[in-house]
Structure formats: C-alpha cells, structure tokens
C-alpha cells in the first residue's frame, strides 16, 4: 500500500536554529498538508499546498515558516528559527484528486532545546 | 464553542462489546467527516469517512451521520484490545480542504 513517508523521525535542534522537515508524499497525489499536534493536545493544520503553491495557511504559519517542493517528489518544511513551543509531532499528509480523507507520514518529532 | 467536540474519556468498554464513540460539530457548512485511529506516538490512520445522512459500515465499524443535529458517531463492534486507543474525529469545512480536528476520545478495551 502507498504510504508518506517523512524524515527525519526525531530531530532534536537549539532554539534559534533552522529546521527542514522532510516528506515523501504518495506519487500521483496532488495535495499536499503539513498538520502539528504538540504532546497531549489536538491535531492542528498549519498549511497546505496545492499547483506549487500554497491554497491555505493556519494562524500558526507564520513568516518563521515556508514549505517548498524543491523537486517532483519531495515536500519539505523549513522553521527558520526555532522556538521552545515549536517542539511538537509534525506530520505530513497527501491526498488525490478524488476523495478527501488524506494519507499520514509517520510524523517528525521536533524537539526543540 | 470548540468546533468539534468529542468527549475526551477514557471510555472503557470490554472485549466484544460495542464501543460507542461521539463528536459535535458547528459549523453546518461541513461536508466530510472523518474518524481516525491514533495510537500513542504515532500518526493518525484513517478509519472511516462518510459525506451523507445515516449509516456507513466497513467491516466492524459503523459511522452514524446526522447533520440536522451536527452529530457523527463510530460504533465498533466485537470490540478487540488492539482497537484501544485515540479516536479522533476531523471535519472537512465546504470550500477548503483543511481538517478541523477533535482533541480524541480515549478508548480502552479491558480484556
């Protein structure tokens, strides 16, 4: 079965640092989210994506935030400068054409220090 | 008023009953509804969808829609230990593709 596959599965990095989340989403997919859920609280969309640009975006992405497609296949996250609150599961997910129930990767866990 | 609500638990049910799990909505606009299953640590695993009134069953699960009272419901029958865990509930608003997720309801499956 096809699956989202992200990268790293635990980043640790110091406040202040840049961080690129890495994902794979399924191929012939062409949406493409990016969704956090910091421990213990709820699932929280933060953008997502659609033609190589963004359709919509949460509160939460700010300007410390920007996804890019560098290439046919991969969908990255980049925080510019981290934040203690940014600590959280970040998890990638796709979806095709038809249907609306999308794909999860296995998710990041940021952990920021 | 939170956007979907789901009562957070946790609910115990034992093996081979029917576990019975809840989620309100408000906004009347929303079109699709979703549960997903997560267990701790991991992501969410999508478990049912249904997009009109009434029932949707797939194999041991039954999704229940009611929009006139902005409800969805998940029935799990022949309950097993392997189905505990977070049930969330997530609705897709009309016009947009983001999620609006419940904060999960905590299920367990007392042998």
């Known amino acids: 079965e096809p699956e989202v596959t992200q990268t790293p599965s635990h980043q640790v990095t110091q406040m202040g640092q840049e961080v690129i989340l890495r994902c794979v989403p399924i191929?012939?997919?062409?949406?493409f989210y990016w969704y956090r859920q910091i421990l213990g609280q709820k699932v929280e969309f933060l953008v997502s994506f659609y033609n190589n640009e963004i359709s919509e975006k949460s509160e939460i992405f700010d300007d410390q935030f920007s996804v890019e497609r560098p290439d046919g296949s991969n969908f990255t996250l980049k925080i510019r400068s981290t934040k203690l609150e940014d600590s959280a599961m970040y998890f990638c997910a796709s979806r095709g054409v038809t249907g609306v129930g999308y794909t999860f990767g296995s998710g990041t866990r940021l952990t920021v220090v | 008023q939170k956007e979907v609500e789901q009562n957070s638990g946790p609910l115990s049910v034992p093996e081979g009953a029917i576990a019975s799990l809840n989620c309100t909505y408000s906004d009347r606009g929303s079109q699709s509804f979703f549960w997903y299953r997560q267990y701790s640590g991991k992501s969410p695993e999508l478990i049912m969808s249904i997009y009109s009134n009434g029932d949707k069953e797939d194999g041991r699960f039954t999704a229940q829609l009611n929009k006139a009272s902005q409800y969805v419901s998940l029935l799990i029958r022949d309950s097993q230990p392997s189905d505990s865990a977070t049930y969330l509930c997530a609705v897709n608003r009309r016009g947009n593709y983001q999620l609006i997720w419940g904060a999960g309801t905590k299920l367990i499956i007392k042998p």
């Open positions: 191929s012939n997919h062409l949406y």
